[in-house]
């Protein structure tokens, strides 16, 4: 067998997985059949000082898994960011089952326009997942982050792609595929974020040991995105670093 048969093989596996494991109300999002909370602006607290964020991704940043929005990641660290004082006008734009390449032509210029303060960059699983390859991604990300840096004024983070599914959701040897592409394109996002002198937050290695932590209800029904549990301990993380 020869290494280009083997590469194919495992674009494939990506590509059948991410349709295989995609959750009935993520689809019905992509194909505009049901609304999409990213589609709202939230408000949460009072006073000054204000401040815009606005989170880019894909399902995990639209709460896909959280049962509503107000369960989801950047709701809670809004709300969390909130509480230290002031407004958080949240503006998400995120987009179920977005590649990188789909954030640029569907979600960035939405990003841009929002004039925002504070910008936190989900995005990669859907790459993983499709088989996009390394040198894609790093180009497509590059991108991203050369427009945000240079058209807007917001703090930008670089957020590590987390580790999804439950064990068990796919066999030993996908799952191992799947997590080695994972930990390859955080190693890209890591350089990225160095280079544009911007902070990169491990979402990775927490949500890893989580993944195998006995109990508890950390996933959705689906096995593959978190519920309204496994989000507030992301947002937690997420709070730590923004600290």
């Known amino acids: ?120 960059v989900l995005l990669g699983v859907n790459d993983v997942y499709r088989g996009v390859s390394a040198e894609a991604f790093t180009y497509t990300y590059r991108y991203i982050l050369e427009r945000l840096t240079h058209e807007t004024r917001a703090r930008v983070y670089v957020v590590a792609i987390p580790y999804v599914g439950a064990p068990g959701l796919t066999t030993p040897a996908d799952h191992a595929y799947l997590d080695a592409r994972t930990q390859a394109f955080n190693a890209i996002l890591r350089t990225l974020a160095e280079t544009y002198h911007l902070p990169y937050l491990d979402l990775y290695t927490p949500t890893a040991a989580q993944a195998y932590a006995e109990g508890g209800d950390y996933y959705a029904k689906d096995l593959l995105h978190p519920s309204a549990t496994g989000y507030a301990l992301w947002a937690d993380i997420l709070y730590a670093h923004l600290n």
């Open 1 to 120: 067998m020869t290494l280009l048969t083997i590469l194919a093989g495992g674009v494939l596996v990506g590509v059948v997985l991410c349709y295989a494991y995609t959750p009935l109300h993520t689809l019905l999002l992509r194909m505009g059949i049901v609304p999409s909370y990213t589609e709202r602006v939230y408000s949460v607290g009072t006073g000054e000082p204000h401040t815009t964020y606005v989170p880019l991704g894909d399902s995990l940043t639209a709460g896909v898994g959280a049962g509503s929005y107000q369960n989801s990641y950047p709701y809670l660290l809004a709300t969390r960011l909130s509480e230290r004082g002031g407004q958080v006008t949240l503006k998400p734009h995120a987009k179920p089952g977005a590649t990188t390449n789909e954030a640029v032509t569907k979600l960035l210029d939405g990003v841009i326009a929002s004039d925002p303060d504070l910008v936190t």
